[in-house]
């Protein structure tokens, strides 16, 4: 039985989880889950605890199951805060919620990986040759012995446009571009993460995937009106 749904003794409903409980409840999934980030999700109305006379938080099974949601969300369909919270809305946390990367979103899916060198080159299907280029222009940390689903996602678009012609030396506009972009996000959020509310720096992230997000989907609105109109 899940930690969410245990019961008190000599109860007749499931017990209301503290903030400790919910984050020791999830912690073999979400290790890094804070008491900020809890906070943030709720003053963006995601997710919605109980709150004693006095003020303390309480989580009741159904909290923590759309808390689970927002955060497989986020981490295995990448989806934005916004989106989320839309598809609450309109569908609530339904069955899928323990299968949410099987699930269409704005983005490409990428599962989580692990991979060193060589199931990165087969999982690509590329030489080391082409990793080493890669490297070479920056688009992959050289020394690196693990690499996770951007570092694939990466190589295996940069394998794209190197068959239809366009090699890793041809793209680092590209990588310039994305490191001017991500510097003007981090220059925007980053303020609220120095703030003395927890709410507001356990947001600082969540608001920076979610510029980033917004920035992703005008750079391929503008490439594909620039693409028509060539």
């Known amino acids: 039985m899940p930690a969410s749904a245990k019961r008190r003794p000599g109860s007749s409903g499931p017990a209301r989880l503290s903030i400790g409980q ?26 919605f605890p109980e709150r004693t006379s006095t003020g303390y938080r309480k989580y ?7 808390l689970l949601f927002v955060l497989r969300a986020q981490r295995d369909r990448f989806w934005p805060l916004k989106v989320i919270k839309e598809h609450l809305l309109s569908h609530g946390v339904d069955s899928e919620v323990t299968s949410i990367a099987s699930r269409p979103g704005p983005t490409a899916a990428v ?13 690509a299907g590329v030489d080391d040759d082409f990793l080493i280029e ?8 050289e020394g690196a012995l693990f690499y996770g689903s951007t570092e694939l996602e990466i190589v295996t678009s940069a394998r794209d446009l190197a068959e239809g ?21 981090g220059s925007v959020a980053r303020p609220r993460s120095r703030t003395g509310d927890p709410a507001a720096r356990g947001g600082a992230e969540d608001f920076a995937r979610d510029l980033g997000e917004s920035m992703i989907s005008l750079h391929s609105a503008m490439l594909r009106r620039k693409v028509r109109e060539g």
Not at 28 to 43: A, V
Not at 111 to 123: E, F, H, K, S, Y
Not at 165 to 185: C, D, K
């Open 111 to 123: 599962q989580a990986v692990r991979l060193d060198r060589r199931g990165l080159a087969a999982r």
């Open 165 to 185: 012609g366009l090699h890793p030396r041809h793209l680092v506009m590209l990588r310039t571009s994305a490191e001017r972009e991500a510097h003007m996000i």
């Open 134 to 141: 890669l490297e070479q222009y920056g688009f992959l940390p």
């Open 22 to 47: 919910v984050l020791d409840a999830v912690r073999d999934e979400f290790p890094d889950l804070s008491h900020s980030k809890l906070h943030y999700l709720e003053s963006e109305g995601l997710i």
């Open 60 to 66: 009741r099974p159904e909290d923590v199951d759309r």
